[in-house]
């Protein structure tokens, strides 16, 4: 029997293999594959499913997206915010 990424606990996304960078895995396609087969190792033994509306791809690239949005936007409006500040001072 399987699970669903929903019905399992997943580690947060901040969480990167040891010894690892995010930006060293997405540099480098050999640790960005390593990384990738730690993950789908991990999800088949404790019987995540990988494909389909839970499955741990479409939860990964849910989550991917979400998560640059959130931070795009954040900084997008901590600019707005210092330019604000500067043309209207006290403004907050």
């Not at 088949?44 to 989550?63: C, H, I």
């Amino acid at each position: 029997m399987t699970t669903s990424v929903t019905d399992t606990a997943v580690s947060p996304a901040s969480e990167v293999p040891a010894g690892r960078s995010v930006s060293g895995v997405a540099e480098d396609d050999a640790s960005m594959r390593a990384w990738a087969e730690e993950l789908v190792a991990r999800a088949r033994s404790e019987g995540v499913e990988l494909t389909g509306d839970n499955g741990l791809l479409t939860a990964l690239v849910r989550r991917v997206l979400q998560t640059g949005l959130e931070v795009e936007t954040g900084e997008a409006f901590e600019s707005s915010s210092a330019i604000a500040a500067r043309v209207w001072p006290g403004w907050q």
